[in-house]
Protein backbone atom coordinates (compact mmCIF):
# COMPACT_ATOMS: atom_id res chain seq x y z
CA UNK A 1 0.00 0.00 0.00
CA UNK A 2 1.19 3.33 -0.51
CA UNK A 3 2.63 5.47 1.86
CA UNK A 4 1.10 9.47 1.14
CA UNK A 5 1.88 12.35 3.50
CA UNK A 6 -1.18 14.89 3.20
CA UNK A 7 0.08 18.47 3.81
CA UNK A 8 -2.96 20.69 5.71
CA UNK A 9 -1.91 23.94 3.66
CA UNK A 10 -3.01 26.47 6.56
CA UNK A 11 -2.64 26.85 10.15
CA UNK A 12 -6.23 27.80 11.09
CA UNK A 13 -8.57 25.97 14.07
CA UNK A 14 -11.28 25.29 12.24
CA UNK A 15 -9.45 24.69 8.39
CA UNK A 16 -11.37 22.96 5.55
CA UNK A 17 -8.47 22.15 4.28
CA UNK A 18 -7.52 20.26 7.14
CA UNK A 19 -10.90 18.46 6.79
CA UNK A 20 -10.49 18.04 3.13
CA UNK A 21 -7.68 16.06 4.14
CA UNK A 22 -9.22 13.89 6.68
CA UNK A 23 -12.01 13.28 4.21
CA UNK A 24 -9.76 12.02 2.15
CA UNK A 25 -7.45 9.65 4.68
CA UNK A 26 -10.69 8.25 5.67
CA UNK A 27 -12.38 7.69 2.09
CA UNK A 28 -9.25 6.15 0.74
CA UNK A 29 -8.14 4.29 3.46
CA UNK A 30 -8.49 1.32 1.86
CA UNK A 31 -5.82 2.31 -0.84
CA UNK A 32 -3.61 4.41 0.64
CA UNK A 33 -2.29 4.54 4.02
CA UNK A 34 -2.37 8.38 4.36
CA UNK A 35 -0.88 10.60 7.47
CA UNK A 36 -1.93 14.43 7.50
CA UNK A 37 0.82 17.18 8.89
CA UNK A 38 0.22 19.91 10.48
CA UNK A 39 2.46 23.53 9.86
CA UNK A 40 0.43 25.50 12.45
CA UNK A 41 2.97 25.15 14.97
CA UNK A 42 6.33 25.96 12.64
CA UNK A 43 8.36 28.66 13.82
CA UNK A 44 8.57 31.61 11.48
CA UNK A 45 11.53 30.65 9.09
CA UNK A 46 14.65 33.47 9.55
CA UNK A 47 17.88 31.84 7.86
CA UNK A 48 19.55 29.98 10.26
CA UNK A 49 23.46 31.27 10.44
CA UNK A 50 24.86 27.96 11.49
CA UNK A 51 22.99 26.16 8.58
CA UNK A 52 21.16 23.79 11.17
CA UNK A 53 17.36 23.32 11.23
CA UNK A 54 15.03 22.50 13.93
CA UNK A 55 13.72 19.17 15.08
CA UNK A 56 10.38 19.63 14.18
CA UNK A 57 11.75 20.30 10.74
CA UNK A 58 13.90 17.61 10.73
CA UNK A 59 10.85 15.18 11.58
CA UNK A 60 8.90 16.78 8.47
CA UNK A 61 11.02 16.51 6.07
CA UNK A 62 11.69 12.35 7.12
CA UNK A 63 8.52 11.78 6.79
CA UNK A 64 8.26 13.82 3.26
CA UNK A 65 11.63 12.01 2.49
CA UNK A 66 9.94 8.42 3.42
CA UNK A 67 6.35 9.09 1.45
CA UNK A 68 5.68 7.81 -2.17
CA UNK A 69 3.90 11.08 -2.40
CA UNK A 70 2.36 14.18 -1.01
CA UNK A 71 -1.04 15.76 -1.12
CA UNK A 72 -0.74 19.58 -0.48
CA UNK A 73 -4.25 21.23 0.86
CA UNK A 74 -3.83 25.07 0.37
CA UNK A 75 -5.62 27.32 1.47
CA UNK A 76 -6.14 30.86 -0.89
CA UNK A 77 -5.20 34.83 0.55
CA UNK A 78 -5.34 37.32 -1.15
CA UNK A 79 -4.88 35.40 -4.26
CA UNK A 80 -1.73 33.49 -3.21
CA UNK A 81 -1.09 30.68 -0.85
CA UNK A 82 -1.01 31.80 3.28
CA UNK A 83 1.75 32.84 4.96
CA UNK A 84 2.00 29.59 6.65
CA UNK A 85 2.23 27.16 4.04
CA UNK A 86 4.94 29.62 2.69
CA UNK A 87 6.47 29.62 6.08
CA UNK A 88 6.81 25.81 5.60
CA UNK A 89 8.36 25.51 2.43
CA UNK A 90 11.05 27.63 2.79
CA UNK A 91 11.88 25.27 5.93
CA UNK A 92 11.65 22.68 3.22
CA UNK A 93 13.33 23.51 1.05
CA UNK A 94 16.81 25.20 3.00
CA UNK A 95 19.32 22.79 3.63
CA UNK A 96 16.63 20.06 3.45
CA UNK A 97 15.76 18.86 0.09
CA UNK A 98 12.45 16.02 0.31
CA UNK A 99 10.52 17.31 -2.26
CA UNK A 100 12.78 16.74 -5.11
CA UNK A 101 11.29 13.95 -7.51
CA UNK A 102 8.49 14.03 -5.18
CA UNK A 103 5.03 12.97 -6.68
CA UNK A 104 2.68 15.68 -5.56
CA UNK A 105 -0.74 16.63 -6.12
CA UNK A 106 -2.46 19.49 -5.23
CA UNK A 107 -5.65 20.86 -4.19
CA UNK A 108 -7.91 23.65 -2.44
CA UNK A 109 -10.23 24.39 -0.40
CA UNK A 110 -11.92 28.09 0.04
CA UNK A 111 -14.94 29.63 1.34
CA UNK A 112 -16.12 31.12 -2.37
CA UNK A 113 -16.93 29.92 -5.66
CA UNK A 114 -13.27 29.43 -6.85
CA UNK A 115 -12.08 27.08 -4.61
CA UNK A 116 -8.07 28.01 -3.96
CA UNK A 117 -7.62 27.90 -8.03
CA UNK A 118 -5.17 30.75 -7.96
CA UNK A 119 -3.33 29.49 -4.43
CA UNK A 120 -3.08 26.33 -6.53
CA UNK A 121 -1.27 27.93 -9.19
CA UNK A 122 1.00 29.59 -7.13
CA UNK A 123 1.76 26.69 -5.28
CA UNK A 124 2.29 24.62 -9.26
CA UNK A 125 4.92 27.01 -9.49
CA UNK A 126 6.62 27.19 -5.88
CA UNK A 127 7.02 23.18 -6.14
CA UNK A 128 8.98 24.10 -9.47
CA UNK A 129 11.72 25.93 -7.80
CA UNK A 130 14.92 24.53 -8.02
CA UNK A 131 15.38 23.59 -4.80
CA UNK A 132 11.98 22.23 -4.09
CA UNK A 133 11.63 20.71 -7.50
CA UNK A 134 8.75 18.17 -6.95
CA UNK A 135 6.98 16.36 -9.44
CA UNK A 136 3.41 18.01 -9.45
CA UNK A 137 0.80 16.08 -11.09
CA UNK A 138 -0.48 17.58 -13.80
CA UNK A 139 -4.15 18.08 -15.08
CA UNK A 140 -5.65 18.16 -11.49
CA UNK A 141 -6.84 20.65 -10.34
CA UNK A 142 -9.39 20.17 -7.20
CA UNK A 143 -11.19 23.18 -6.14
CA UNK A 144 -13.65 22.60 -3.48
CA UNK A 145 -14.98 25.65 -3.42
CA UNK A 146 -17.51 26.70 -0.75
CA UNK A 147 -15.91 24.87 1.89
CA UNK A 148 -17.76 25.98 4.83
CA UNK A 149 -20.67 24.22 3.51
CA UNK A 150 -18.96 21.15 2.06
CA UNK A 151 -18.36 18.83 5.12
CA UNK A 152 -21.33 17.24 7.43
CA UNK A 153 -20.94 16.65 11.04
CA UNK A 154 -19.38 13.39 10.77
CA UNK A 155 -16.76 15.09 8.78
CA UNK A 156 -18.50 13.52 5.05
CA UNK A 157 -18.04 15.00 1.71
CA UNK A 158 -21.76 16.62 0.65
CA UNK A 159 -21.39 17.76 -2.58
CA UNK A 160 -21.37 14.15 -4.63
CA UNK A 161 -19.50 15.49 -8.25
CA UNK A 162 -16.90 16.41 -5.57
CA UNK A 163 -16.45 13.14 -4.13
CA UNK A 164 -16.61 11.65 -7.82
CA UNK A 165 -13.92 14.02 -8.93
CA UNK A 166 -11.57 13.71 -5.71
CA UNK A 167 -11.88 9.79 -6.35
CA UNK A 168 -10.97 10.06 -10.00
CA UNK A 169 -7.93 12.69 -9.24
CA UNK A 170 -7.12 9.71 -6.11
CA UNK A 171 -6.95 7.39 -8.69
CA UNK A 172 -4.59 9.14 -11.46
CA UNK A 173 -2.36 10.25 -8.32
CA UNK A 174 -1.77 6.90 -7.14
CA UNK A 175 -0.79 5.81 -10.98
CA UNK A 176 1.37 9.16 -10.92
CA UNK A 177 2.84 7.63 -8.35
CA UNK A 178 4.30 4.07 -10.47
CA UNK A 179 4.91 6.01 -12.87
CA UNK A 180 6.89 8.45 -10.88
CA UNK A 181 9.07 5.37 -9.69
CA UNK A 182 9.79 4.28 -13.06
CA UNK A 183 11.77 7.69 -13.90
CA UNK A 184 14.07 7.94 -10.42
CA UNK A 185 17.35 7.19 -12.16
CA UNK A 186 19.00 11.08 -11.75
CA UNK A 187 17.24 11.10 -8.30
CA UNK A 188 20.57 11.39 -6.48
CA UNK A 189 22.13 13.74 -8.64
CA UNK A 190 18.85 15.96 -8.90
CA UNK A 191 19.26 15.79 -5.09
CA UNK A 192 22.82 17.18 -5.64
CA UNK A 193 21.68 19.80 -8.08
CA UNK A 194 19.38 21.03 -5.69
CA UNK A 195 22.04 20.89 -2.87
CA UNK A 196 24.25 22.94 -5.73
CA UNK A 197 21.41 25.43 -6.22
CA UNK A 198 20.87 26.00 -2.25
CA UNK A 199 24.82 26.57 -1.85
CA UNK A 200 25.14 28.99 -4.63
CA UNK A 201 21.87 31.25 -3.73
CA UNK A 202 21.28 31.18 -0.41
CA UNK A 203 24.79 30.12 1.74
CA UNK A 204 26.47 33.51 0.63
C1 LIG B 1 -6.60 37.29 4.81
C2 LIG B 1 -7.56 36.47 3.99
C3 LIG B 1 -7.53 36.55 2.62
C4 LIG B 1 -8.39 35.78 1.85
N1 LIG B 1 -8.29 35.85 0.50
C5 LIG B 1 -9.03 35.02 -0.26
C6 LIG B 1 -8.85 34.99 -1.68
O1 LIG B 1 -8.03 35.70 -2.23
N2 LIG B 1 -9.59 34.12 -2.38
C7 LIG B 1 -10.51 33.30 -1.79
O2 LIG B 1 -11.14 32.51 -2.49
N3 LIG B 1 -10.71 33.31 -0.46
C8 LIG B 1 -9.98 34.15 0.32
N4 LIG B 1 -10.14 34.15 1.69
C9 LIG B 1 -11.11 33.23 2.30
C10 LIG B 1 -10.56 31.83 2.23
O3 LIG B 1 -11.30 31.14 1.26
C11 LIG B 1 -10.66 31.05 3.52
O4 LIG B 1 -10.38 31.83 4.63
C12 LIG B 1 -9.64 29.93 3.50
O5 LIG B 1 -9.18 29.64 2.21
C13 LIG B 1 -10.23 28.69 3.97
O6 LIG B 1 -9.18 27.83 4.28
P1 LIG B 1 -9.20 27.08 5.68
O7 LIG B 1 -10.63 26.69 5.95
O8 LIG B 1 -8.32 25.91 5.46
O9 LIG B 1 -8.68 28.01 6.73
C14 LIG B 1 -9.32 34.92 2.48
C15 LIG B 1 -9.34 34.86 3.87
C16 LIG B 1 -8.49 35.61 4.62
C17 LIG B 1 -8.52 35.48 6.12
Not at 76 to 84: G, K, L, N, R, V
Not at 85 to 101: G, K, M, Y
Not at 110 to 119: D, E, I, K, T, V
Request: proline share 4%; glycine share 4%; aromatic share 10%.
Amino acid sequence: MKKIVGIVGNNSTESTNRKLLQYIQKHFQSKADIELIEIRDLPMFNKPSDGKLPSVILEMSEKIEAADGVIISTAEYDHSITSALTNALSWLSFNNFPFVDKPVMIIGASYGLLGASRAQQHLRAIMNAPVIRAMVMPGCEFMMGHSKEAFDEKGELVFPDKVQQLEAYFSDFLQFINVSELIQDRHASNVNEAMKFYREQFEK
